[in-house]
């Protein structure tokens, strides 16, 4: 829906939440297939066993003190080189204790001013440690050899390592990111070691951070694009004749407030909501399963619902277990049940379950059009593409005027055809995409997906078209704005523009969770860790459901471990 983020963001584009966070090491992907060319800062390989400092400096004359001063030096120095040849040996057989002894007697003899050696006797008895599983002295080690070599690599992973083995993921975070700093972001492995924490942490402290929020009612652009995805869906209607007061029905158990207004909760929550006073659904639907009314199925789901939205999952899932298992409910009620359960489910990465609950909807309400629907976005996110693609004919077959569902389709076939490179259909769906802004020209979201389509194809003057169009339809929506500003940076390289547009879409709604988190990550490719850090905090703050806070918690720790590298070794990625 036009209200979201973009389709095929952070799951489906295979760039990490690392790599995002900290945009760097070639081109980073943003929203809606946008990146950004960087200055590659190329690291080169640092050799271990570099000549000793001062080994170029002028030789003194010979007979001279400094003569025999550096012969004493160098003859210890061999001596120690010599007792660390002889500790790799050991290593290679697998002796790591006699290796340990050797490193410990090269360590002993090396010159204090030979600092590069002694770092690399450190690292190496580290290395040996590590063999042993003794994760505190490889710790202690590669932080002596860090201490002598600020931007010793092997000393800096290798201390990642042990602090994960320790479960010190914050000092793993710190280390792991001054080697891919180092390393140009050109390792695979040290990135995978970064988005591995960076998940690890993400999911702590968002299971600890979700458990204890303040539900937030999202803004009524929001509420209103997500009852607009339902089109079999009872209780987004507005209020019938039929729901009218019942003045027949025994009003005996009523409250007061029912029998004094005419109405019962349920009905008042339906009134609430034509007039977007969501705050008090909940309370009003509560009222009506309390006293037992004739609405209590209708009003489990819409409470269901709104519980959903202000993303308390936990008293979501209760109501609509309820619904689904009231067989003598209506249908449609189920269905809707089922689907919302669902989609929780997959926000949960509980994808059997998922597919569990759309069957069955599809099951007891074959004609209902929503179950097809989100059934294909499901499949979508799934990579299940032409399995979406059937269920949205099947749904465009019971419901013909559902231009979401068309632009979606499109869409689908769009990303098809794209990443499986073949041109020709790109071209078939671009000619949809045509058809479908003609066909249904008050559809903001048919605009919105063939602006996506347009950007990747790089037609960016065509696809600004598009965003102005959906602006013009919704002006209210925040995420189109965004997605314009990121549009902008792309093609004209305008981070003036592009920024204007973001806070522009904050203004417009301040609770839009996906405009802070792109200003983050803008923040952070220019450098200004501190403001990425607030507008992260803001976003997590917003977040509708424990994975997606998960998400940004790496994006704030990912800028977060970036300053505290930037303040222990100077090192700082190049910025935009």
């Known amino acids: 829906m036009a209200a979201s983020k973009p389709v095929g963001s952070q799951a489906d584009t295979g760039v990490s939440r690392w790599q995002l966070a900290v945009a760097i090491g070639g081109s980073a992907l943003l929203g809606v297939g946008v990146f950004y060319l960087w200055n590659r800062r190329s690291v080169s390989k640092r050799n271990e066993r570099k000549a ?42 697998g002796k790591y204790e006699q290796a340990i002894q050797c490193y410990t007697e090269a360590i002993g003899l090396c010159p204090l001013d030979q600092k590069q050696d002694l770092s690399t006797f450190f690292q190496n008895r580290a290395a040996a440690f590590e063999q042993q599983q003794k994760w505190k002295e490889v710790v202690q080690d590669c932080s002596k050899a860090v201490e002598l070599n600020p931007k010793y ?14 479960d010190n993921k914050k000092e793993c975070l710190e280390d792991v990111t001054a080697v891919c700093i180092l390393e140009g972001f050109q390792n695979q492995q040290s990135m995978l070691l970064a988005d591995k924490v960076l998940k690890q942490l993400g999911k702590e402290k968002a299971k600890e951070k979700y458990k204890n929020r303040e539900p937030l009612m999202p803004s009524p652009q929001f509420i209103k694009s997500y009852f607009n995805s339902f089109t079999d869906d009872i209780i987004s209607q507005p209020l019938l004749k039929g729901e009218k007061p019942d003045e027949d029905k025994d009003k005996e158990g009523e409250t007061a407030d029912v029998r004094r207004t005419g109405r019962s909760g349920y009905q008042k929550a339906k009134q609430y909501m034509e007039e977007e006073n969501y705050d008090k659904i909940i309370s009003e639907c509560t009222k009506e ?36 298992s009231m067989e003598d409910a209506n249908v449609k009620l189920r269905a809707n049940a089922l689907i919302k359960r669902g989609s929780l489910y997959m926000q949960q990465q509980r994808s059997q379950l998922a597919k569990q609950d759309f069957n069955t909807g599809a099951d007891i309400d074959p004609q209902n059009a929503d179950v097809y629907h989100h059934r294909g976005q499901l499949k979508i996110l799934l990579d299940h593409v032409e399995e979406a693609v059937d269920d949205f004919d099947e749904c465009i077959r019971l419901r013909p005027d559902s231009a979401l569902a068309q632009a979606q389709k499109c869409f689908a076939l769009y990303r098809q055809a794209y990443t499986g490179n073949n041109p020709l259909q790109i071209q078939v769906a671009v000619r949809g995409f045509e058809d479908i802004i003609k066909n249904f020209p008050m559809c903001a979201e048919g605009y919105a997906l063939y602006a996506q389509a347009l950007t990747d194809q790089q037609h960016f003057s065509k696809a600004d078209e598009m965003y102005d169009k959906c602006i013009e339809l919704e002006p209210d929506n925040a995420a189109t704005y965004v997605h314009k500003g990121l549009l902008q940076l792309q093609w004209k390289q305008d981070l003036d523009v592009g920024l204007e547009l973001i806070s522009k879409a904050i203004e417009i709604d301040n609770k839009c969770d996906f405009a802070y988190e792109t200003m983050g990550t803008i923040e952070v490719q220019r450098g200004n860790l501190a403001k990425a850090i607030e507008m992260f905090s803001k976003a997590i703050n917003l977040a509708k459901s424990e994975m997606e806070m998960a998400h940004l918690y790496s994006l704030c720790d990912a800028a977060y471990a970036q300053t505290e590298v930037a303040k222990k070794y100077g090192l700082k990625p190049p910025t935009l």
Do not use: M
């Not at 000793?52 to 003859?75: H, I, L, M, T, W």
């Open 289 to 324: 399963i309390e006293t037992k009314g004739k609405y209590v199925a209708e009003a489990l789901l819409l409470r269901a619902t709104f519980y959903l939205l202000i993303g308390n999952a936990a008293a979501a899932q209760p109501d609509l277990d309820l619904v689904i």
């Open 153 to 166: 690599i092997k000393a800096l992973y290798r201390r990642a390592k042990a602090y994960e083995k320790l």
């Open 52 to 93: 000793p400092e001062g080994s170029s400096s002028p030789v003194p004359k010979e007979g001279s003190d400094g003569e025999e001063n550096r012969a004493d030096s160098q003859s210890i120095l061999d001596r120690a080189q010599a007792a660390k040849n002889k500790g790799n040996k050991f290593f290679k057989a």
